[in-house]
């Protein structure tokens, strides 16, 4: 039997200067998959074309896998939205 894994996105806390290199929850904000939903539905009229995430680091640990992605450089998300038809 196959357990489902929950992934969540980490995002540096810009006021705690998070760093690839100290991955303690408590300098990340939590983003998950739900509110990626929540955000593009709060978009009216618009739906989610492509995202693309460019992470610097992952941490597996039991059933939930953090991945990190940072603000600068290579690393980061872009959200592309288009129109409903």
């Known amino acids: 039997m196959s357990e489902e894994k929950k992934v969540t996105f980490?995002?540096?806390d810009q006021q705690k200067q998070a760093s690839i290199a100290d991955t303690t929850s408590?300098?990340?904000?939590?983003?998950?998959?739900d509110e990626l939903t929540e955000l593009v539905n709060?978009?009216?009229?618009?739906?989610?074309?492509?995202?693309?995430?460019?992470v610097t680091g992952a941490l597996d640990s039991g059933g939930a896998t953090k991945l990190f992605v940072d603000f600068s450089g290579e690393a980061g998300m872009k959200f592309t939205l288009k129109k409903k038809n």
């Open 42 to 54: 709060s978009f009216n009229g618009f739906e989610l074309d492509t995202i693309e995430l460019h």
């Open 10 to 12: 980490m995002l540096p």
């Open 26 to 33: 408590e300098k990340y904000l939590e983003f998950l998959p």
